[in-house]
C-alpha cells in the first residue's frame, strides 16, 4: 500500500492551500485516515481524521480553518488549508494509522 502526496509550498498569512494523497488500494474510506504534521523535534501530531462513515475530527489549533475530505472513487485523501497561519508550518502527512502507512510528507510553510 503507498500513500503518494501532492501539493504544499510557501504561502503568505492568511492565504490557502490544498494537499492532496492518493492511495495505491481502495482503502481511503475502509479505514481511518487523517493529516498529521510534524516540526523539528517535537512529535507527530494528528491534524484532521476521517472515519468509514465520514466523521471528521480536528486538533483544536486548526478547528474552524482546515479541512479534511475523501473521494472515494479517486481513493484520494485532501486537506483544505484556509486562514494559514506561521504556526501552521511544518511537514504535513497523510497516514493510514492503523496499517502504519503514511505519504512521503510535504513542506508547509506560512511566512511573509
Known amino acids: 500500500v503507498r500513500l503518494v502526496q501532492s501539493g504544499g509550498g510557501l504561502v503568505h498569512p492568511g492565504g490557502s492551500l490544498r494537499l492532496s494523497c492518493a492511495c495505491s488500494?481502495?482503502?481511503?474510506?475502509?479505514?481511518?485516515s487523517g493529516w498529521y504534521r510534524q516540526i523539528p523535534g517535537k512529535e507527530r501530531e494528528l491534524v484532521a481524521g476521517?472515519?468509514?462513515?465520514?466523521?471528521?475530527n480536528y486538533a483544536d489549533s486548526v478547528q474552524g480553518r482546515l479541512s479534511i475530505s475523501r473521494d472515494n472513487d479517486r481513493n484520494t485523501l485532501y486537506l483544505q488549508m484556509n486562514n494559514l497561519k506561521p504556526e501552521d508550518t511544518a511537514v504535513y502527512y497523510c497516514?493510514?494509522?492503523?496499517?502504519?502507512?503514511w505519504g512521503q510528507g510535504t513542506q508547509v510553510t506560512v511566512s511573509s
Open positions: 497516514g493510514l494509522p492503523h496499517l502504519n502507512v
Open positions: 488500494h481502495n482503502l481511503i474510506r475502509a479505514l481511518y
Open positions: 476521517i472515519t468509514t462513515d465520514g466523521t471528521t
